[in-house]
C-alpha cells in the first residue's frame, strides 16, 4: 500500500535555529498538507497544499512557516527561527485529486523537540 | 475554525464490551472522516460518511452520520485490546479540521 515517507522521524534543535521536516507525498496525490499535534493534544492543521501554491494556511502558520514541493516529489515544511512552543509532532498527508471522498493518507511524523 | 466536538475524551472498556463515541457540530457538516491513532503512531483513515442517516459497518466497528448531518458516533462492539488508541473525527471540507479524540483503553 502506498505511503506517505517523512524525514528525520527524531529532530532536536536549539530554540532559534532552523528546521526542515521533508516528506515524500504519495506519488499520484495532489494535495498537500502539513498537521502538528503537542503531545497529548488534538491534530492541527497548519497548511494545504495544491498546484505549486499554498490554498489554506491555519493561525499556526505564520511568517516563522513555509512550505515547498522543490522537486516534484518532496514536500517541505521549513521553519526559521524555532521557538520552544514549536516542540511537537508534524505529520505530512496527502489525498487524490477531486472531490475528497477518499482519506488522507499521513506520514508516521517527525518528532521536533526545541531545547 | 469550526470545530467538531467529541464525548468522551477518554473511554476505559473491559475487554469484550461495547462503547460509542461521539461527534457534534454546530454547523450541517458536508462529511466526516474517522480516523484512529495508535498509541505513538499516526492518523489513520477508517471511514468517510456523506449521508444523511448513514450507516457503515467494518466488522465491529459501526459507523453513524446524524440525519441532521451534524453529529456522528462510532459504536464498537466486543472490545479487544487492539482497538487501543485514539479516535479522531474530522469535518473535511478541502482540508481535515480534527475533534479533540476519545482515547480508549482496554483493561483485559
Known amino acids: 500500500e502506498p505511503e506517505v515517507t517523512q524525514t528525520p522521524s527524531h529532530q532536536v534543535t536549539q530554540m532559534g535555529q532552523e528546521v526542515i521536516l521533508r516528506c515524500v507525498p504519495i506519488?499520484?496525490?495532489?494535495?498537500f498538507y502539513w498537521y502538528r499535534q503537542i503531545l497529548g493534544q488534538k491534530v492541527e492543521f497548519l497548511v494545504s497544499?495544491?498546484?505549486?501554491?499554498?490554498?489554506?494556511k491555519s493561525e499556526i502558520f505564520d511568517d516563522q512557516f513555509s512550505v515547498e514541493r522543490p522537486d516534484g516529489s518532496n514536500f517541505t515544511l521549513k521553519i526559521r527561527s524555532t521557538k520552544l512552543e514549536d516542540s511537537a509532532m508534524y505529520f505530512c498527508?496527502?489525498?487524490?485529486?477531486?472531490?475528497?471522498?477518499?482519506?488522507?493518507?499521513f506520514g508516521s511524523g517527525t518528532r521536533l523537540t526545541v531545547v | 475554525g469550526q470545530q467538531v466536538m467529541q464525548i468522551p475524551q477518554y473511554q476505559h472498556v473491559q475487554e469484550g464490551e461495547d462503547f460509542t463515541t461521539y461527534c457534534n457540530s454546530s454547523?450541517?457538516?458536508?462529511?466526516i472522516q474517522w480516523y484512529k491513532q495508535r498509541p505513538g503512531g499516526h492518523p489513520v483513515f477508517l471511514i468517510q460518511?456523506?449521508?444523511?442517516?448513514e450507516v457503515k459497518k467494518q466488522k465491529r466497528l459501526t459507523f453513524q452520520f446524524g440525519e441532521a448531518k451534524k453529529n456522528s458516533s462510532l459504536h464498537i462492539t466486543a472490545t479487544q485490546t487492539t482497538d487501543v488508541g485514539t479516535y479522531f473525527c474530522?469535518?473535511?471540507?478541502?482540508?481535515?479540521?480534527f475533534g479533540a479524540g476519545t482515547t480508549v483503553t482496554v483493561r483485559a
Open positions: 454547523t450541517t457538516l458536508s462529511n
Open positions: 497544499f495544491y498546484n505549486n501554491e499554498i490554498s489554506e
Open positions: 498527508a496527502s489525498r487524490s485529486t477531486g472531490v475528497s471522498r477518499y482519506g488522507y493518507t
Open positions: 474530522a469535518r473535511n471540507d478541502y482540508k481535515l479540521s
Open positions: 460518511l456523506v449521508k444523511s442517516g
Open positions: 506519488s499520484n496525490h495532489l494535495y
